[in-house]
């Protein structure tokens, strides 16, 4: 049995990047995944690496939102009904963190974390010669409610050390004058960038053959041996890796990894879906969030991403139509020349992001077992705070002092 000193469930950007700093940190490291490394929830983002993104899925307003978008299948928010008492306690704990105080007691932590991450992912895109656009992002908004709303965010950015901007529509229009606009106005935040989140994870592994990293693909963890309260090894496809210390970074789907050490971790998958558009009706030169609809706009190089909507519904990728044509349908109620028609019949990607009920990510080691560290749940942010998140696990697995306080990520708080 090969024996390493740190095995990572997952091959993801956060299972990949655990894997680059820990190599990086002299660790021989194994990285098992499931899949193929040609798609997952990495591959199919809006590409964002975005500071501007501090306020937690779990959010005041967003659970009567949430009810009413429930009475819609089309709606940006969607919660399927079902019999199920792991969601039923993670739709009580989504509720119970839908408060002012605790987007109060978890901003800054969020935007310390991309602050953080959006320097080394800047790093690592340097070091891959991809390009890493530093652009900016407006939230363009079409109702007086929203964007007064959105207003009060980027004041609360700039207390935070990201820089907000409000836009009137001949700003927004000076700024971007290649897309036609229906909107009142909206805000930029200038410090957020965005990369091809594709080629970034299809380039990431060239990082770590230098290093004394090792990916398995097709390699689903079935079986772990556990003795005296730390994991000795697990198993893949009939064998058997032993390692000191383990990394669970399968996103969504580590929950069912996580019953079989006899650990429940309250997190759902939250469906979303993405379509790539090539030569569309006109390519913006920066990216957008459209904040009613909670649509996402990514120009990458040879063509625009559309990305939106949230279905909590279990582990199931399947393209719901009615869902996805929906989330495409209110793009012009945005952006006029993208038409519904034109974009209707494009492939759908569908994948699950990994939500936790509070709204911040799992990074921590667990109380059961010493030797596994918790790196999962981080929603719409997992492009962001990938790195961040890697860089925080190496520094876990060293036991040193970490780049920032997580205390409120622990692996232990449910």
Same mark, same amino acid.
């Given at each position: 049995?090969?024996?390493?000193?740190?095995?990572?469930?997952?091959?993801?950007?956060?299972?990949?990047?655990?894997?680059?700093?820990?190599?990086? $940190?002299?660790?021989?490291?194994?990285?098992?995944?499931?899949?193929?490394?040609?798609?997952?929830?990495?591959?199919?983002?809006?590409?964002?690496?975005?500071?501007?993104?501090?306020?937690?899925?779990?959010?005041?307003?967003i659970v009567s939102k949430g009810l009413k978008w429930m009475m819609s299948s089309d709606s940006p928010f969607y919660l399927k009904p079902r019999l199920n008492l792991d969601l039923a306690r993670w739709g009580w704990q989504f509720m119970q963190h839908a408060?002012?105080?605790?987007?109060?007691?978890?901003?800054?932590?969020?935007?310390?974390?991309?602050?953080?991450?959006?320097?080394?992912?800047?790093?690592?895109?340097?070091?891959?010669?991809?390009?890493?656009?530093?652009?900016?992002?407006?939230?363009?908004?079409?109702?007086?409610?929203?964007?007064?709303?959105?207003?009060?965010?980027?004041?609360?950015?700039?207390?935070?050390?990201?820089?907000?901007?409000?836009?009137?529509?001949?700003?927004?229009?000076?700024?971007?004058?290649?897309?036609?606009?229906?909107?009142?106005?909206g805000v930029f935040f200038p410090q957020d960038a965005f990369t091809d989140p594709k080629i970034f994870m299809k380039q990431l592994p060239s990082l770590l053959k230098p290093l004394d990293v090792t990916i398995e693909y097709g390699a689903a963890v079935t079986?772990?041996?556990?003795?005296?309260?730390?994991?000795?090894?697990?198993?893949?496809?009939?064998?058997?890796?032993?390692?000191?210390?383990?990394?669970?970074?399968?996103?969504?789907?580590?929950?069912?990894?996580?019953?079989?050490?006899?650990?429940?971790l309250l997190l759902e998958p939250g469906k979303g879906y993405s379509v790539d558009w090539v030569n569309p009706a006109s390519m913006p030169s920066v990216s957008y969030i459209f904040v009613e609809a909670r649509v996402a706009i990514t120009p990458l190089a040879?063509?625009?991403?559309?990305?939106?909507?949230?279905?909590?519904?279990?582990?199931?990728?399947?393209?719901?139509?009615?869902?996805?044509?929906?989330?495409?349908?209110?793009?012009?109620?945005?952006?006029?020349?993208?038409?519904?028609?034109?974009?209707?019949?494009?492939?759908?990607? $569908?994948?699950?992001?990994?939500?936790?009920?509070?709204?911040?990510?799992?990074?921590?080691?667990?109380?059961?077992?010493?030797?596994?560290?918790?790196?999962?749940?981080?929603?719409?942010?997992?492009?962001?705070?990938?790195?961040?998140?890697?860089?925080?696990?190496?520094?876990?697995?060293?036991?040193?002092?970490?780049?920032?306080?997580?205390?409120?990520?622990?692996?232990?708080?449910?």
């Open positions: 049995m090969k024996h390493y000193d740190v095995i990572v469930i997952g091959g993801g950007i956060v299972g990949l990047s655990s894997a680059y700093y820990l190599g990086k $940190a002299g660790k021989s490291v194994l990285v098992l995944d499931k899949g193929n490394g040609t798609d997952g929830c990495s591959f199919g983002n809006a590409g964002y690496v975005s500071p501007s993104h501090f306020i937690p899925l779990s959010s005041p307003g408060t002012d105080q605790h987007v109060s007691a978890s901003k800054k932590l969020l935007a310390d974390l991309s602050i953080l991450s959006r320097s080394l992912h800047k790093e690592i895109a340097e070091e891959l010669k991809l390009n890493f656009r530093e652009e900016g992002i407006v939230m363009l908004c079409n109702t007086e409610k929203t964007l007064k709303h959105e207003i009060e965010i980027g004041e609360m950015a700039a207390d935070l050390g990201v820089p907000a901007k409000t836009m009137s529509m001949n700003e927004l229009d000076a700024l971007d004058p290649n897309v036609k606009k229906n909107a009142l106005g079986k772990f041996n556990n003795v005296g309260g730390k994991i000795q090894s697990v198993q893949a496809n009939s064998i058997d890796y032993s390692a000191d210390q383990f990394v669970m970074a399968a996103g969504s789907f580590s929950p069912p990894l996580m019953k079989k050490l006899g650990l429940r040879d063509r625009v991403r559309l990305a939106g909507t949230m279905e909590i519904g279990g582990l199931n990728e399947h393209v719901n139509m009615t869902r996805a044509h929906g989330f495409l349908r209110s793009i012009q109620n945005y952006f006029p020349d993208y038409e519904f028609e034109k974009i209707k019949d494009l492939p759908i990607w $569908a994948g699950l992001r990994p939500c936790s009920p509070d709204g911040l990510p799992y990074v921590g080691r667990t109380r059961k077992y010493k030797n596994l560290i918790l790196a999962t749940g981080h929603a719409m942010l997992g492009f962001t705070l990938g790195p961040a998140t890697g860089k925080l696990v190496m520094e876990i697995a060293l036991e040193e002092k970490t780049s920032l306080e997580i205390g409120m990520l622990s692996a232990n708080r449910y």
